[in-house]
């Protein structure tokens, strides 16, 4: 009896305790599927006379062929690059939920840390602050976003997907989710220890004040104070906010607006850099000043790849937004490894540790690279090899001079197809 054959009579005998024809059907067609995908994969992979017998979990395998399957340039052992959002916890509360991949997850994150947030229509991350600037992008929605600086000024802009906002540390800020649904939102932080759920809460300070304190730091009666919750908020649920320029001039009274905005519209930006391959968009201090975090989103066709190369200045945190991808890093001493990404993956590449991107699927492959510096930087393969004296080039690898010659003497960033 063939594994699918098996497969079905397993199937049988669950139907017998209700499973309907139809998810019988269904069943076994995957399985059907999954086998096939995994016997064609060990026709190309396996050794002679293997079989893959055994406790296996064919989905996960399924979602990393180039784990279960690593290509024979992949050698010795890499440290984990990759961690999915969907194995975080969720935070779920009245107004939205929220999740965190950190140190915590994925210990080669040491440098940023990011999370994942929701909010209804109406739903408030409530007033707060940290030690961390906190650098974000707004993946689908909108949302309100308010802060005060260290002079008083203040600033209240409204985002839409595909804007950036950055608070600096220390600066207390809010985010409320517009209509008609709300927002997703991806926030990223410059210390891979950051926490979400440890953050400086307005409502959590002020229940940890005594309430003579209040009264007095206030000049009004400790009464005035009776309805502050008794423990934090967080993330609830309200009515939607006011008028965008009535509540921009309530806030402003007295001080003013923060000298540089604190969002950027990074939805309007034109493409840094645009091949017959994709596109991306770099972002850092030069395009919005405020920010200590630089950024570039990358966009990648079918087939495509985002060049060999590695950044000289800070370690790379990644977020896949759309599409499938793998990512190949070498860590040196004859090591390296290669690990698939999809939506909402968390990808990570330490400091000069070269590496590839490439779009594995049939549809564009959108992902984000992060680095805790105000300057963008990355040093492509071919640049280095179109600018480095021919000879010298062809005693270390052998290729000819026309090859040479041929490459572009700019980074193509994205390799064109």
């Not at 009896?1 to 309907?20: A, N, V």
């Not at 804007?163 to 409320?176: A, E, N, R, T, Y």
Request: with cysteine; glycine share 8%.
């Amino acid at each position: 009896m063939s594994d699918i054959e098996k497969d079905e009579k397993k199937i049988s005998r669950r139907d017998i305790f209700g499973l309907g024809s139809a998810a019988v059907a269904a069943a076994t067609l995957t399985m059907a599927v999954e086998k096939t995908a995994e016997a064609q994969q060990q026709a190309s992979h396996a050794a002679p006379n293997e079989s893959n017998r055994g406790p296996q979990n064919r989905p996960l395998a399924a979602e990393n062929p180039d784990s279960e399957w690593p290509p024979p340039t992949d050698s010795g052992t890499v440290k984990p690059f990759k961690y999915p959002f969907a194995l975080a916890r969720k935070r779920v509360l009245s107004g939205g939920w929220t999740r965190q991949v950190t140190v915590r997850e994925l210990p080669i994150s040491t440098t940023l840390a990011g999370v994942e947030m929701r909010l209804t229509a109406g739903g408030i991350r409530e007033l707060h602050w940290h030690v961390e600037a906190e650098w974000a992008i707004m993946l689908n929605g909108s949302a309100r976003i308010t802060a005060v600086d260290h002079d008083g000024k203040s600033f209240v802009s409204d985002v839409g997907e595909g804007d950036l906002w950055l608070f600096p540390p220390g600066v207390p800020h809010s985010i409320q989710g517009l209509g008609p649904d709300g927002c997703r939102f991806l926030l990223v932080f410059d210390d891979g220890n950051f926490d979400e759920f440890h953050t400086f809460l307005i409502t959590d300070w002020l229940a940890h004040t005594p309430r003579e304190v209040l009264a007095k730091n206030f000049s009004v009666s400790e009464s005035t104070f009776d309805a502050v919750p008794k423990k934090e908020l967080f993330i609830f649920q309200a009515d939607l906010p006011g008028d965008l320029h009535a509540e921009q001039t309530e806030a402003a009274k007295g001080t003013g607006t923060v000298p540089k905005r604190f969002d950027f519209k990074a939805s309007a930006m034109k493409p840094t850099k645009v091949t017959r391959g994709g596109e991306v968009k770099i972002i850092d201090s030069k395009t919005f000043p405020v920010t200590p975090i630089s950024a570039a989103i990358v966009t990648l066709k079918p087939g495509a790849l985002r060049e060999l190369h590695w950044h000289p200045n800070a370690d790379e945190w990644q977020y896949y937004i759309t599409g499938k991808g793998r990512m190949s890093v070498f860590v040196g001493a004859t090591t390296a490894r290669t690990m698939d990404f999809e939506e909402g993956d968390v990808g990570y590449v330490p400091i000069s540790n070269p590496h590839y991107i490439e779009n594995t699927g049939d549809s564009d492959l959108v992902f984000i690279e992060m680095f805790r510096t105000s300057e963008y930087q990355d040093i492509s393969l071919a640049e280095w090899m179109a600018h480095t004296p021919h000879l010298l080039m062809n005693q270390h690898l052998g290729v000819t001079t026309s090859m040479l010659d041929s490459i572009p003497k700019q980074e193509a960033v994205v390799t064109p197809l």
